[in-house]
């Protein structure tokens, strides 16, 4: 196991999990742009985003969705953004960020500080708006 995020996946590093299937993972980020920010991964490790196969690339937009869907529903935004960078960790992954403007996917900021409390329960707003 080599990336951070297959230790999540594994369950050896804890994280708040949004949703699981047999493909992907999506766990909220821990060094947040802001509250609701939503990492979505897929199981296999691929460091590069487009290096994943065209199926399980298109599967992972699909996974996704609900969870974009439920951001928006919870966060007070414009939008849920997207954003793919890919040089923070060797493991193809996607960021989902409750946005009003360009400017709110600038990963330059200053990261946010939650305590695991707000964690907890930002976690717990996305699950239930998913279901």
Known sequence: MGSIFSKIIAGTI???KIAENEDFF?????FPITEGHV???????????????NALLSRLLLFAK????????VFECNRCGISVIGLEVP???????PINSADDLNFTRPKLKLSS???????????AAMY
């Open 39 to 53: 990492l979505v991964v897929p199981k296999v490790e691929t460091d590069k985003f487009f290096d994943l196969d």
């Open 66 to 73: 609900p969870i974009a869907n439920a951001i928006e529903q």
């Open 91 to 97: 493991h193809a992954h996607m960021h989902l960020v």
């Open 26 to 30: 999506a766990f909220l980020d821990i």
């Open 117 to 127: 409390e707000q964690f907890a329960e930002v976690q717990s707003k996305i699950i």
């Open 14 to 16: 804890p994280s708040y």
